[in-house]
């Protein structure tokens, strides 16, 4: 079962949180003001990926300078793709990535070899904070994606979830908690229905 600090292979690991608020002190910067210019980086190079056709080739390369690390050998994905970061993505091999995906990549996606990810699929790595008062603060934790895990179409899956190697999670689900290797989750919140 991928971990969340284990590396795949020649591909990295995404760049934590606190390396981003260290980037915006660096700078000078809150840490909203960092993730809003780095989010002009990802519009901008996400507006490239989805405006028009390109070969296989192309957006490979689109989507590892998007990433800022390359892509797994034999990714393929069916734009539109959607990130408000991307620089906190890491892709293994043979990665599948289906139309109209969202990725709030700020706590950190690691999608390892041979995932298949669905039509409309969202990760989404960032909560706020409960309190009102507190509200705008960020409570990241990241996702991360064994080998050979299916997600089904419309799936989420939300911050601090790993879904383990062979799992598939169902159309529609809600993923709140992390699903163990080769069992297949379905409904809100997702619950093991049965094993692979």
């Known amino acids: 079962m991928l971990n969340r600090n284990e590396r795949i292979p020649e591909r990295g690991i995404p760049m934590g949180f606190a390396e981003m608020e260290a980037r915006a002190r660096a700078l000078g910067l809150p840490l909203h003001q ?3 210019r780095a989010s002009q980086r990802a519009l901008r190079l996400t507006a490239i990926i989805n405006g028009s056709y390109h070969e296989p080739e192309e ?3 689109l989507m ?3 990433i800022g ?3 797994g050998e034999g990714f393929c994905l ?3 793709f959607y990130t408000d970061y991307g620089q906190n993505i890491a892709i293994g091999r043979n990665v599948f990535l289906n139309a109209g995906c ?3 990549d700020q706590g950190g996606i690691t999608i390892g070899d041979g995932a298949l990810i669905g039509h409309g699929v969202v990760l989404a790595t960032l909560n706020h904070e409960p309190d009102p008062a507190r509200r705008n603060e960020l409570r990241p934790a990241p996702i991360a994606i064994g080998r050979d895990v299916w997600i089904g179409a419309r799936a989420v899956v939300t911050p601090g ?5 062979g799992a598939i999670v169902a159309a529609g689900a809600v993923v709140t908690r992390d699903v163990p290797p080769r069992t297949v989750v379905a409904g809100v919140p997702a619950r093991p229905i049965k094993t692979v």
């Open 34 to 36: 960092y993730m809003r």
């Open 59 to 61: 957006l490979a390369a």
């Open 64 to 66: 590892s300078e998007l």
């Open 69 to 71: 690390r390359p892509v």
């Open 78 to 80: 069916f734009p539109p």
């Open 102 to 104: 969202h990725f709030q």
């Open 161 to 165: 979830v790993t879904i383990g190697d």
